[in-house]
């Protein structure tokens, strides 16, 4: 069964930083492009963005310039650098794969508020 633990969530002032991170059950990372998505209160979850095997990365107009994901693949992690955040990043993200989709982990809370 694969796995995907999610971590590094928080209470966050705007503006500031978090990195997140994903850890995968290893044959599910190695041939999958990843993904990173998202769901805020009463929203449906959302692409947010992605990454291949080749590192070719993705990410939605919400949040181009701000939020960089990354590959580890010696660590089968998947990370999401979070930059110059805002109150409408709050949400529970999650990472999954972006087009083979799995059982949803947990998610981490990100919370963007003064």
């Known amino acids: 069964q694969v796995q995907l633990v999610e971590s590094g969530g928080g209470l966050v002032q705007p503006g500031g930083s978090l990195r997140l991170s994903c850890a995968v059950s290893r044959s599910f990372f190695s041939f999958n492009t990843m993904a990173w998505y998202r769901q805020a209160p009463g929203k449906e979850r959302e692409l947010v963005a992605s990454i291949s095997t080749a590192a070719r990365t993705n990410y939605a107009d919400s949040v181009k310039g701000r939020f960089t994901i990354s590959r580890d693949n010696a660590k089968y992690t998947v990370y999401l650098q979070m930059n110059s955040l805002r109150p409408e990043d709050t949400a529970v993200y999650y990472c999954?794969?972006?087009?083979?989709?799995?059982?949803w982990g947990r998610g981490t809370l990100v919370t963007v508020s003064s």
């Open positions: 999954n794969g972006a087009s083979a989709i799995v059982t």
